[in-house]
């Protein structure tokens, strides 16, 4: 089975450019989780969806950061514009269900801000 | 609310030494606990969990036993290998109907095992 896909793997902009990354969860997982890591921070959670539904995005930092999931295979995290500070490594994680406590992360996208 | 502390690193070690990473927690219910491991240039995976207090969670030949008397999760290993280089996670999930599992993270202790 395929784990959890997130695109691009790299990504290097200008500030004051919009960002989009994407996740492809597992197939058949109902829950979707975006994550941000920094040295500073650790990982911190930004928002996370079930059965596509917005649950909590209170750890969104600002109006700049969305998030997307239009179905349930595909989910995007956009910023705009972006900063310096929104440099970091972002994941996106699944679960079978809400009912359960595992999360399954992708590889996550390196975001530099320039 | 909920809140995981682990030992800061990085800890270096010989290989085949013993590894003990620290891990206490607060919660205000009854939690899973996990251990995450993060290679380089990878993302998270679950190394092992404990669901109940006096639980064990084994994997790969690393352990970790939830102590409820003393809120912890302390990840062993007897053993260590160079493969086993990496950052380790000590993370929390509590909550109940659904919706509601979320994880709680520590902030990662960096392991690095020399030859």
């Known amino acids: 089975d395929a784990g959890v896909i997130q695109s691009p793997r790299h990504e290097v902009t200008e500030m004051g450019q919009e960002v989009t990354l994407r996740c492809k969860p597992i197939s058949g997982h109902n829950s979707l989780f975006w994550y941000r890591q920094t040295m500073m921070r650790g990982l911190e959670l930004l928002i996370y969806?079930?059965?596509?539904?917005?649950?909590?995005d209170s750890g969104m930092p600002e109006d700049r950061f969305s998030a997307k999931m239009p179905n349930a295979s595909f989910s995007t995290l956009k910023i705009q514009p972006s900063e310096p500070r929104d440099s970091a490594v972002y994941f996106c994680?699944?679960?079978?269900?809400?009912?359960?406590?595992?999360?399954?992360f992708g590889p996550g996208t390196r975001l530099t801000v320039l | 609310g909920n809140s995981v502390t682990q030992m800061e690193g990085p800890v270096t070690l010989s290989e085949e030494a013993f590894l003990t990473i620290n891990c206490t927690y607060t919660?205000?219910?009854?939690?899973?606990l996990f251990w995450y491991v993060q290679y380089p240039g990878e993302g998270l995976q679950l190394l092992l969990k404990a669901t109940k207090a006096d639980d064990k969670g084994s994997n790969k030949g690393f352990e970790a036993t939830y102590r409820k008397e003393t809120t912890s999760f302390h990840l062993e290993k007897g053993s260590v290998q160079v493969s086993d280089s990496a950052v380790y996670f000590c993370a929390l999930s509590e909550g109940s109907g659904a919706g509601s599992y979320q994880l709680t993270f520590g902030k990662g202790t960096k392991l690095s095992v020399i030859p």
């Open positions: 969806f079930n059965n596509n539904v917005p649950i909590d």
């Open positions: 994680a699944s679960r079978p269900d809400p009912g359960t406590d595992t999360q399954y």
């Open positions: 919660a205000t219910g009854y939690p899973s």
